[in-house]
């Protein structure tokens, strides 16, 4: 599976974004996916994760209410709908996706080293 993300840009505190995460390959309705982020001189931290087949749902305690994360399995995309950002949401956003089914686990969706499929980061700036 090879993951293609897009949608950042610079916008204003409590403006809105939409990322995609465009897959290729088949299957893509078998695998978990999730939106990383990094910030400069920071780890990079989880954010949201969806199951498979959709029905599952995580969300990092730092964007519960402002972000949604949804897919398309017909499109073989997924997204996140970022809402009433804010400066500290400012970094590089990145998908990843990993072949296991079933709903999502805590412990192990937020852990980068779980996904084996990565794409490359999209910036978002938030500006104040």
């Known amino acids: 599976v090879q993951l293609q993300a897009s949608g950042g840009g610079l916008v204003q505190v409590g403006g809105s974004l939409r990322l995609s995460c465009a897959a290729s390959?088949?299957?893509?309705?078998?695998?978990?996916a999730g939106w990383f982020r990094q910030a400069p001189g920071k780890e990079r931290e989880f954010v949201a994760a969806?199951?498979?087949?959709?029905?599952?749902?995580y969300y990092a305690d730092s964007v519960k209410g402002r972000f949604t994360i949804s897919r398309d399995n017909a499109k073989n995309t997924v997204y996140v709908q970022m809402s009433s950002l804010k400066p500290e949401d400012t970094a590089v956003y990145y998908c990843?996706?990993?072949?296991?089914?079933?709903?999502?686990?805590?412990?192990?969706?937020?852990?980068?080293?779980?996904?084996?499929?990565w794409g490359q980061g999209t910036q978002v700036t938030v500006s104040s």
């Open positions: 969806i199951s498979g087949g959709g029905g599952s749902t």
């Open positions: 990843a996706a990993d072949a296991r089914q079933g709903p999502l686990e805590t412990k192990w969706v937020a852990d980068t080293t779980v996904y084996d499929y």
């Open positions: 390959g088949r299957a893509f309705w078998r695998y978990a």
